[in-house]
């Protein structure tokens, strides 16, 4: 638990692009309404695969954000990193030009610019001239590295890849820059591209991604019965986090408190995830927002509609909550915005923020006929009202990552 | 030849063709090397051209944009010879 000097910390702004809504505004409408952003791939040709379905999302004028010179520097997660940054710093209403010199930038990412590192590989496999800016567009930090550049902020800046857990990661770094004052203002979030076709290749040789069916909207069916992998997706996601002194300085509108974060690693093999590893993530997330488990509301849960997975985050849940795991409201968004990899964290994290404030759980798609072992609240199909105060996010990811972050209502 | 040149230049660097001259320097456009390079770049995709030397070696050698619009001349000038000989 956090000790009475740490400072409080805020979510103050949130800005984000996804399969179903390109900004705050339409990604709550729409997870709320229950819409899905699953349809048949449009970034390539995926009729040799045996997953065809994908959450992309869809065409954005990027000109409209950056110029022509940078736009043969930017892979297209940098670019959709931007979309959602300048949407949370607008919705912080931070003054571009005074209140984010000292702010800090920590995003994750799990795929990295893939589509950019697949293209150079082979214009270069084929003796083709690489562009001179190569260099500068498959860099990994390369979202990282736009957003400094872009808003000329000079705090810390870093990224992480831990696959499905990175913008979890993130988010929990920065609340502990901020927490521990080191920072008073953090962007902090996620960002993936749809892979590139070679990693969708890999992905699908995987077998861990929905099939689909005769309606891709209907694929990714968390804590089913039915169930079959999850849809892979892309978009990113950001937070402003500040410490509540100087939000409430500047006269900012606080959305959330950053209550708390628990992170823990266990990896019996790379792919296989482990109820203890979720287990001590939401446990120790609990105690450092200094809470009892009583006063959980809702979580929005990783539910990433894999077999092992649904079934051990609903023990792990039983585990950590004990009776009160029947009286919790739980949903997972996935279905709804895909698995967006290492943006789904802080997709997730605004969905969480988004329910407690609105009183409303975001239903879980597809659930029509639960899994008889994942017998808890699982909200199906459609949103429900609720008054929590406290909410859990969970994001869990192979090589054994396992992140819980913990917001209090605004 | 000058005024493809200067319309690659102009989208490239978002100024209106109108202020770009010849004369106009690469320290006048606010041009860095990464900058440079890929307008290089640009030029040689459009035209169907290929430098002969080096960035660094033309970093050296071409200042303004009348340089660029010169070696681009040269370069197709040389082109259609080799193809006029190739036909011979």
Redesign the interface.
């Known amino acids: 638990m956090y000790n009475g000097s740490c400072k409080t910390v805020v979510v103050t702004g949130m800005g984000i692009v996804s399969a179903i809504g390109h900004n705050l505004a339409e990604f709550g409408n729409n997870l709320f309404a229950g819409k899905s952003g699953v349809e048949s791939v449009k970034a390539f040709d995926a009729s040799r695969f045996r997953t065809q379905i994908g959450a992309e999302v869809g065409e954005i004028d990027f000109s409209t954000y950056v110029?022509?010179?940078q736009l043969?520097?930017m892979d297209r997660l940098s670019l959709l990193s931007i979309v959602a940054a300048d949407q949370a710093i607008g919705n912080a209403s931070l003054d571009v030009n005074k209140d984010i010199r000292e702010m800090g930038v920590v995003l994750g990412s799990g795929l990295g610019p893939s589509s950019s590192i697949e293209n150079t590989v082979v214009q270069a496999v084929n003796g083709q001239?690489l562009?001179?800016?190569s260099v500068?567009k498959i860099l990994l930090n390369s979202p990282a590295a736009t957003l400094c550049e872009r808003y000329q902020c000079r705090g810390a800046s870093n990224m992480h890849v831990t696959a499905c857990a990175a913008a979890s990661h993130a988010l929990a770094q920065a609340a502990d820059c901020i927490r521990h004052g080191t920072l008073d203002l953090c962007l902090a979030g996620g960002c993936d591209a749809f892979p590139s076709e070679t990693l969708f290749a890999a992905w699908d040789a995987l077998g861990v991604m929905s099939a689909g069916g005769v309606n891709p909207a209907e694929a990714m069916r968390p804590f089913s019965k039915a169930r079959n992998g999850f849809v892979i997706g892309e978009g990113a996601a950001m937070l402003v986090l500040e410490s509540k002194e100087h939000a409430l300085n500047r006269g900012a509108t606080i959305l959330a408190e950053f209550a708390g974060s628990g992170t823990s690693s266990h990896a019996p093999n790379m792919t296989k995830p482990s109820l203890e590893g979720m287990t001590a993530a939401m446990t120790k997330a609990v105690e450092a927002a200094g809470i009892r488990i009583e006063e959980v509301g809702y979580i929005n849960a990783h539910g990433t509609a894999t077999e092992i997975n649904d079934l051990l985050e609903t023990q792990a849940i039983q585990a950590v909550f004990g009776e009160h795991s029947r009286r919790l409201q739980i949903s997972s968004t996935k279905a709804a915005h895909g698995h967006a990899m290492g943006a789904s964290g802080a997709m997730e994290a605004v969905a969480t923020i988004l329910s407690i404030n609105r009183g409303v759980a975001a239903p879980t798609l597809n659930l029509r006929e639960p899994d008889p072992a994942c017998n808890l609240n699982f909200t199906p199909l459609r949103a429900v009202k609720m008054d929590c105060e406290y909410a859990l996010s969970n994001s869990f990811a192979f090589g054994g990552h396992y992140v819980t972050l913990a917001f209090k209502r605004g | 030849m000058t005024d493809e040149i200067l319309k690659i230049v102009s989208?490239?660097?978002?100024i209106p063709v109108e202020e770009l001259t010849p004369e106009k320097t690469f320290d006048d456009l606010g041009v860095d090397s990464?900058?440079f390079?890929?307008i290089l770049?640009e030029v040689e995709g459009k035209l169907g051209i290929k430098a002969k030397e080096d960035?660094l070696e033309l970093r050296k050698k071409i200042h303004c944009l009348g340089d660029v619009i010169d070696m681009a001349n040269e370069l197709v000038r040389e082109n259609q010879a080799e193809k006029a000989a190739h036909k011979a």
């Open positions: 110029e022509r010179r043969n520097m001239r562009r001179p800016t500068v | 989208e490239y660097l978002n990464l900058d390079a890929e770049f960035l």
